[in-house]
Nanobody, 119 residues
Framework: EVQLVESGGGLVQPGGSLRLSCATS????????MNWVRQAPGKGPEWVSGIHDSSGNTYYADSVKGRFTISRDNAKNTLYLQMDSLKPEDTALYYC????????????WGEGTLVTVSS
């Protein structure tokens, strides 16, 4: 069964950093593009970042560009999101998600890890 398990969330002060991890299993990780999506309290989901499976090209929402870095370790079947210069508006539940296809979208999601940016 496909499993995506996020970790690394927590409480951090504005300007601080966190690294999120998404451990995956049950599928050939290296052949799938992966994404991070977040949902702030009372808000709809917001796509944060994505990384292509073959090219390794990365993509970012304007709101996080220059501050977040997505990466993957195919040998470890793990996706990462390095978050620097965190802002209170980054507070959200962060999900990793597998991209099935460009036309279908994301088909599997983790249960999320909570990031709280506050003084």
């Amino acid at each position: 069964e496909v499993q995506l398990v996020e970790s690394g969330g927590g409480l951090v002060q504005p300007g601080g950093s966190l690294r999120l991890s998404c451990a995956t299993s049950g599928f050939t990780f290296s052949t799938y593009a992966m994404n991070w999506v977040r949902q702030a309290p009372g808000k709809g989901p917001e796509w944060v970042s994505g990384i292509h499976d073959s090219s390794g090209n990365t993509y970012y929402a304007d709101s996080v560009k220059g501050r977040f870095t997505i990466s993957r370790d195919n040998a470890k079947n793990t996706l990462y999101l390095q978050m620097d210069s965190l802002k209170p508006e980054d507070t959200a539940l962060y999900y990793c998600a597998r991209l099935l296809s460009s036309w279908y979208g994301m088909d599997y999601w983790g249960e999320g890890t909570l990031v709280t940016v506050s003084s």
